[in-house]
């Protein structure tokens, strides 16, 4: 087995009734690569993206992930095997500050047997790592509110702390930039920028100047196919991806 | 409205209240509240139990009151057989209640966690329907249990257990034993919910889809705290049976559960002060209303109470979802 890959999609296959939402899609994510996942809405990002971290069951197909089967895998075994996700919607744990959201994550992740015994509350083993990760994703100021009152963006940015707080092997972004203004998305991007190659990234993503600015590689989705995967030039310049996706009309770039 | 600090001194001020009161109502001529206080205060156990499910982790329970009889139960039937000389499972009945009680906890926590196992399978709605069921599968089958009185209860001819030389039929000492189990319960759900453990139950609480994904096994938290929970009602089980000397399947009817979870919510969910405040405030009203109606010459509300008692419990939670607790404290930062 010569497998490098992180990840690898083979003939994934997921129908909701007659609706065929993934449809024999294979592709993988490399090591350190940041992999973008695009398409028009509709073309079974976020279904993919579940059946990825294991909250859908795929219908069909394998998912190898470092070479290993994982398709029936659960949700939380996947987690504890280093893949994380962010979502679309945001979802943190409100009534908690930021600081303890993240250190939620950290205690989640380390705590075995008696442990869990142990005070929470001002635990320098779990808040410096938290207090790290915040300062990382540019919250550190903002450790002490609540998660409901942080503005949106922050509140993405809180969920990026989270998912590295699981010392991931494998990261799923589920479309980290939706709803934010143009401020917050460039701290966004330059965040990402900041991780390449430190972690493999399978991102969804709307706004197309960040993917093509961010991607190694993109793979364009449409009604649950791969029509194209390659290169940010080289899929910008597939005349199949112009004409479902992009619009022919050339002013995508 | 007051901070965390001060309110650990009005807590600490309660408790030393509590702990004077019996001397007081001598001096003052009225020992007869010793019991009703009393009465309180394992009520307090129960709900605080109950307030572990649905105040930290959101599991809105309807059954609860399943663990509070099987508790009062074990204790009787324990009993009963001590006085007859007759043997239970091969062992012999006692009225020790440094051994019943313990058993009492115990039995409640393995029903729990047995009943827990399959209902927590389901969430939301479908949690409620099935605890509510569970409770009365629980009812049924003291109902049916003939050798134990069936559905007229279960008298401990025997009187209280005795702890240790300790007679329980002293009401001061059985006071002050409720004043002590409900301190450790509350010094014990204070750590509790203070651990990690706790704080995985309020993240899975506000999120826990979101728990999932980040690997914690949410089935088996949930299920640790049913058991506990179960357990704890099981000890405010075990205290009732003794201070009554009776049980009846009354004790876990579903109207219990209810009354449960009344005064959790009364006293304010999501805190350890609240279900103790509404615990108090629904038996006192209870106890009371009736009293009042009767001195202000109301002579059909003196009768038909409940009709003033089901209104206002609707009022307060309708104009002040906080709880009485939330009357006195301030939202905390937590």
């Known amino acids: ?253 | 409205m007051l901070n965390s600090g001060q309110l650990k001194y009005v807590t600490i001020t309660i408790f030393a209240l509590l702990a004077l009161f019996p001397p007081m109502t001598a001096a003052m001529d009225n020992a007869y509240l010793v019991p009703g206080i009393s009465r309180i205060l394992i009520y307090a156990v129960a709900a605080i139990s109950l307030n572990l499910l649905v105040g930290y982790v959101g599991l809105v329970s309807l059954g609860h009151a399943a663990y509070l009889g099987i508790g009062a139960y074990v204790v009787a039937i324990l009993s009963a057989h001590a006085a007859e000389g007759s043997t239970i499972f091969g062992l012999p009945g006692t009225a020790q209640a440094l051994i019943s009680v313990p058993l009492a906890v115990l039995t409640s926590g393995v029903v729990a966690l047995v009943l827990g196992a399959l209902s927590l399978r389901t969430s939301g709605i479908y949690f409620i329907m099935i605890s509510l069921a569970f409770g009365q599968m629980v009812f049924f089958f003291t109902v049916s249990l003939e050798r134990y009185g069936g559905d007229d209860g279960l008298f401990m001819y025997a009187g209280p257990n005795r702890l240790a030389w300790l007679d329980l039929s002293n009401e001061w000492l059985f006071f002050y034993l409720c004043l002590i189990v409900l301190a450790g319960f509350w010094l014990f759900c204070r750590h509790l919910v203070g651990s990690r453990f706790g704080r995985a139950l309020g993240a899975i609480r506000q999120n826990e889809a979101r728990m999932i994904t980040l690997g914690c096994n949410t089935y088996l938290h949930k299920l640790a705290i049913y058991g506990i929970a179960g357990a704890g009602a099981g000890l405010a089980g075990a205290l009732l049976a003794n201070q009554a000397s009776y049980v009846s399947p009354d004790l876990h009817h579903w109207t219990r559960s209810g009354e449960l979870l009344f005064m959790v919510i009364l006293g304010g969910t999501g805190t350890l002060g609240g279900p103790l405040l509404g615990a108090a405030a629904f038996l006192l009203m209870e106890e009371y209303l009736p009293v009042l109606f009767d001195a202000l010459g109301l002579e059909l509300l003196s009768e038909h109470w409940r009709i003033v008692f089901g209104p206002l419990l609707i009022i307060v939670m309708l104009f002040n979802r906080r709880g009485i607790y939330g009357l006195l404290a301030r939202r905390e930062g937590q």
């Open chain 1, 1 to 253: 087995m010569s497998d490098t890959s992180v990840l690898r999609l083979k003939k994934l296959a997921k129908r909701f009734g007659a609706l065929v939402v993934t449809d024999d899609l294979s592709f993988e994510v490399m090591p350190g690569e940041l992999h973008a996942l695009i398409g028009p809405n509709g073309a079974g990002k976020s279904t993919l993206m579940k059946q990825l971290s294991g909250e859908i069951e795929p219908d069909g197909g394998h998912i190898h992930y470092f070479g290993r089967d994982i398709t029936r895998l659960s949700a939380a075994k996947r987690a504890r095997a280093g893949i994380a996700r962010s979502y679309q919607i945001t979802s943190v744990f409100p009534e908690y500050t930021a600081l303890e959201n993240v250190a939620t994550v950290v205690q989640t992740r380390v705590t075995r047997g008696a442990a869990f015994l142990r005070r929470a509350a001002g635990d320098r083993s779990l808040d410096d790592r938290a207090m790290a990760l915040l300062s990382r994703v540019g919250l550190g100021h903002v450790a002490s509110q609540l998660a409901a009152d942080l503005a949106h963006g922050q509140q993405r940015q809180l969920e990026f702390a989270m998912a590295l707080a699981l010392e991931p092997r494998l990261l799923l972004l589920d479309e980290p930039m939706a709803g934010m203004g143009t401020e917050e998305s460039a701290i966004m991007v330059q965040l990402l920028k900041d991780m390449r190659g430190e972690l493999p990234i399978l991102l969804v993503e709307h706004d197309m100047d960040a993917v093509f600015a961010l991607a190694d590689r993109v793979t364009v989705l449409v009604y649950g196919r791969a029509i194209a995967s390659g290169s940010s030039d080289a899929v910008r310049r597939d005349p199949a991806v112009r004409e479902a996706y992009l619009g022919d009309d050339g002013d995508a770039s």
